[in-house]
């Protein structure tokens, strides 16, 4: 992972830069980082605020045949690998909520977009695109997620290095794909580790097109999908909805 890197200090998004250069053979682990982003992007094609002073990192995926069957655990595993990389690179205890949020105190602190490109049923590649706010301070959010979001800066004190979580996120990142094929329960224990709100929080689900409905989480399916608990007791298994999370139950 990171054999190959392109750096940008401003490009419209690496993820689609990712995709333009994976098209063009880019070899597998090639990673493309920027300063800033002028089109950054999340779920659902929403803009993603990118000023300097963030982590915006694309790494490109070829899946060979042995891991075919857990490619659909990447998001998960992207989400493992940055948790893991803010934690190990500047100590603060990041959690997850899913699908691919990065959350200190509640606040969020980075997200996650996977994106792939498909021959028929099987993927031509993978690209895991993350944006972390690293050294952000609260002049650099826009006024509408003031109080949502949050970087590494405030909630330390302190800036940090942005390549340091870069290169800890490269290698957490290798470390989680390889065990999409060799070892796929290992995602799902930790992952329940650094989740929060995966069991018995209330929640609103969220689809695209914008129904919504109450239910109540009850883990994660092994596929990487969450399972929600529906107020008839029918439980279902969440992929493309957006979950927002109320509250836990009380005992």
């Not at 993603?48 to 002073?53: E, F, H």
Request: hydrophobic share 40%; proline share 4%.
């Amino acid at each position: 992972m990171g054999d190959c890197i392109l750096t940008y200090q401003e490009t419209g998004s690496t993820n689609e830069v990712a995709i333009d250069w994976a098209r063009r053979g880019a070899p597998q682990g090639s990673l493309i980082l920027a300063e800033s982003q002028t089109a950054g992007r999340g779920r659902w094609q929403r803009e993603w605020s990118s000023p300097r002073g963030g982590l915006y990192l694309t790494a490109i995926l070829k899946p060979s045949g042995d891991i075919l069957p857990g490619v659909s655990l990447l998001p998960v595993a992207s989400s493992l690998a940055a948790t893991e990389a803010i934690r190990e690179a500047t100590g603060v205890e990041a959690k997850i909520r899913w699908p691919n949020d990065l959350l200190v105190d509640g606040r969020k602190v980075g997200g996650i977009l996977c994106e792939s490109s498909f021959s028929g049923d099987r993927p031509d590649f993978l690209v895991a695109g993350f944006g972390i706010n690293v050294n952000q301070t609260r002049e650099d959010f826009p006024l509408e997620l003031s109080s949502l979001a949050t970087s590494l800066r405030l909630v330390t004190g302190r800036p940090h290095e942005v390549y340091l979580v870069a290169a800890c996120l490269a290698e957490r990142l290798e470390h989680w794909w390889e065990a999409c094929s060799k070892d796929p329960s290992a995602i799902l224990v930790r992952w329940d580790e650094l989740a929060c709100g995966q069991r018995e929080a209330r929640v609103t689900v969220r689809h695209k097109e914008g129904q919504e409905f109450e239910a109540v989480t009850s883990g994660m399916a092994d596929d990487g999908g969450l399972r929600v608990r529906l107020a008839d007791g029918r439980v279902q298994t969440l992929y493309t909805e957006e979950v927002v999370f109320f509250r836990t139950l009380d005992p």
